[in-house]
């Protein structure tokens, strides 16, 4: 049973997210890694967060997480240490480690146990890490060993001949050589190496159990001779806090397991400065007046409260103290973690802002409507603009509030693909494009499903075996680029690849032999392309060139539009497919631009994005189209005429002044016929509690400024309502 539950629930989430957000970044180290095996920096970037997700396991009672972590940690080291560390099957073995260690700790936070229905797969890479790590143990190499064996062997022949008696004299006599080095004076900052690794040495031996006594005074004296080692250096503060922590904690609890974690926080330190110890062959005289008698009787003790701040001491910043310049020049970029429902409640608030906005404005225009009320308008005029600008700075910065990078969804792509390559034999590059980029954290939930199958797909049917690019003239090795951009309204992804491109007509075919499409049917390449998207589209395993390329895609496009967005796709056969996402940066609290028209006695809100043109005409210009209705030909374009909500075809008389509002929807425009065109304004999209809307037409509802209710027109579905 995990201890968990004798913290701070709320702690204990956070501490969740933390570590899951460090450990995040792991999977795409260990992708560089397994290409450069050897590079030490890419080593050290994965141990630092699974060294840090040890040290949370142990601090929150997760055995089983700390037992995996510490082990993954040990491998490191020896990877560290030996070049034959690294290779695919151990970068697999540390990749399923990643995800055993997220799957605990969720496991934890919501409730469970660490190894709620993952034990077997636990039990299985615990063993596996523990081989590699044993292995790479007895790699080292030990010249004694090798040399008492030899001796053994030269001893117990006879019978060689002088040249072969020589040559293995010769060897013994290297590896002696070898076996007694030349006797040299340590110099301090080796021995504060050494110092740190007897001390290790100890805390592994003892990872889940306290130190005994001896132990215990061992790793004072230890400490006190390394903080002597490192005196006028920063090393030294950093040593000297560890001792001083040591000293508190052991004598109030005992050496207790998360004290070697929190030493180790200051050892991990300690190294990034430790060449700030000058290296001299002569150890440093150690003085001893000022060293503490771990054996001494004159403890003193500690309050709960006191022990739970030391031990909370350690997760406070990591980070090494800056220049002051630089504190003061990060100070106005410091974050902080906020609820969503929290920010929510505080966007619904924006919007009522905005409203009242609304009212202020219906106010100015009853208000302006007498002439003697001059002073009165210029006033709230002033008033109405300040409230503007306000609600406008309030508005965005809530929206900025909820941005987050999109880092985290494009760190999932490394692995997916390397995942899909391994599996289908084939070489597949990544390169990823604006994860600096910020965008609304319901668009980032949005994105992940659709991202995450594209990927695939690209991975799996876009991409060819290298047998085959090389045939085609192409590099062995395909290429996958996903990009995340903005523009002014828009958050933009791009998922393009270099692959074989969709076979258009063998997929209008396939959609024929289905009957998704009539065999007479002549469509361009943007329609072609489309086909893709059609519901219930399969492909059979003889058309290989397309093999299930489109199973899901009408998912994929579903989920886009109902969040406001659009998907597009450009393909070329044998050169690669671009699938671009579109989607609105607000979020479904949305405060839009909308077209505000009343038809009848009521208002209506068009969606800008769908406003092609407002303009007047007469209604002599209007004729009659069979098989379309009223018609006007605009702009050498012949557009439908709708009168919104009419249940009957609605008459013109020959001499009548009407408004009419183009509006596009998958590339088709109609001219909506309305009786005024009110003009942009900026609303607030509502669910209005009550009603009951059964035709699709409507998407939302706003409350105008007069207090009314203006429903949001789906122009798509007065087009599909009208126009068959």
């Not at 070898?178 to 805390?203: G, W, Y």
Request: charged share 30%; glycine share 6%.
């Amino acid at each position: 049973m995990s201890d968990k539950r004798k913290i701070d629930p709320e702690l204990f989430n956070t501490f969740v997210e933390d570590t899951l957000e460090e450990i995040s970044v792991v999977e795409n180290h260990l992708i560089k890694l397994e290409k450069m095996p050897d590079n030490h920096d890419l080593i050290n970037s994965i141990l630092r967060p699974i060294h840090s997700a040890k040290g949370n396991c142990s601090f929150f009672g997760l055995v089983n997480g700390k037992k995996l972590a510490h082990t993954a940690e040990d491998v490191l080291n020896c990877a560290l240490k030996n070049k034959n560390v690294i290779n695919k099957s151990v970068i697999n073995a540390f990749m399923t480690c990643i995800d055993l260690i997220q799957k605990l700790l969720k496991n934890v936070r919501d409730g469970g146990e660490e190894l709620d229905k993952i034990n077997d797969r636990y039990q299985k890479n615990l063993s596996e890490l523990e081989a590699i790590r044993d292995r790479a143990l007895d790699q080292s190499f030990d010249p004694q060993a090798i040399l008492g064996k030899l001796s053994s062997i030269q001893s117990e022949l006879g019978g060689l001949s002088d040249k072969h008696a020589q040559d293995l004299a010769e060897i013994i006599g290297m590896i002696s050589k070898t076996s007694i080095p030349e006797k040299k004076a340590e110099s301090r900052r080796s021995k504060c190496v050494e110092l740190i690794q007897d001390m290790r040495n100890i805390f592994t031996g003892n990872c889940d159990s306290a130190l005994n006594q001896e132990q215990s005074d061992s790793i004072g004296e230890m400490l006190n001779k390394l903080a002597e080692l490192s005196e006028n250096t920063t090393g030294e503060e950093l040593i000297k806090e560890a001792l001083e922590q040591y000293r508190n904690i052991t004598q109030s609890v005992g050496f207790e397991p998360f004290l070697a974690e929190i030493i180790e926080e200051q050892f991990v330190k300690f190294e990034s400065v430790i060449e700030e110890i000058p290296d001299s062959d002569e150890a440093k005289e150690l003085i001893t007046e000022d060293q503490y008698d771990f054996t001494a009787m004159d403890h003193f003790e500690l309050t709960q409260d006191e022990i739970n701040d030391l031990l909370l001491k350690r997760y406070k910043s990591e980070e090494e103290p800056e220049k002051q310049e630089e504190q003061e020049a990060q100070e106005s970029n410091r974050s902080m973690r906020v609820s969503e429902s929290s920010v929510d409640n505080f966007l619904e608030s924006v919007g009522k802002l905005i409203v009242v906005r609304e009212m202020y404005n219906n106010l100015h225009r009853r208000v302006s409507s007498g002439i003697d009320q001059y002073e009165i308008i210029k006033q709230l005029k002033r008033i109405n603009e300040t409230f503007f600008q306000l609600s406008e700075r309030l508005n965005d910065s809530v929206m900025e509030i909820r941005k987050i990078s999109v880092s985290g969804l494009l760190q999932k792509v490394p692995r997916i693909v390397r995942d899909v390559a391994n599996d289908r034999g084939k070489n597949i590059q990544v390169k990823l494009i604006g994860e600096d980029v910020l965008i609304d954290k319901r668009l980032i939930e949005t994105l992940d499903a659709p991202l995450i199958h594209l990927i695939r797909n690209a991975a799996d049917h876009g991409i060819e075996s290298p047998e085959v690019r090389q045939e085609s003239g192409k590099p062995e090795e395909g290429q996958i680029i996903v990009e995340f951009a903005l523009n002014a309204d828009n958050v933009i992804l791009t998922i393009t690849d270099d692959g074989k491109g969709l076979d258009l007509d063998a997929i209008m075919q396939k959609a024929i032999a289905m009957d998704l499409l009539s065999p007479e049917i002549e469509l361009s390449q943007k329609e072609k392309e489309k086909l893709i998207f059609l519901p219930g589209l399969t492909t059979s395993k003889s058309v290989t060139e397309i093999s299930g390329r489109g199973v899901g895609m009408d998912v994929v496009k579903q989920n886009i539009e109902e969040a406001g967005g659009k998907i597009s796709i450009e393909t070329a056969l044998g050169r690669g497919t671009t699938f671009t996402i579109k989607l609105p940066q607000a979020v479904m609290t949305q405060i839009i631009n909308g077209y505000v028209v009343r038809v009848g006695k009521n208002q209506y809100i068009l969606p800008m994005e769908s406003v092609q043109e407002i303009f007047r005409i007469t209604t002599g210009q209007i004729t009659s189209v069979t098989g379309k209705g009223m018609c006007i030909k605009r702009r050498d374009q012949l557009l439908t005429i709708i009168r919104p909500f009419c249940p009957f075809e609605y008459e013109y008389n020959n001499d009548q002044q009407i408004s009419l509002v183009t509006v596009e929807n998958n590339n088709k425009h109609i001219a909506l016929h309305v009786d005024e065109a009110i003009g942009v304004q900026r609303v607030v999209l509502n669910t209005v509690k009550g009603l009951n809307v059964s035709s699709e037409v409507f998407t939302a509802s706003a409350i105008m400024g007069d207090g009314s209710i203006a429903m949001v027109i789906n122009p798509k579905h007065i087009w599909s309502a009208k126009v068959n």
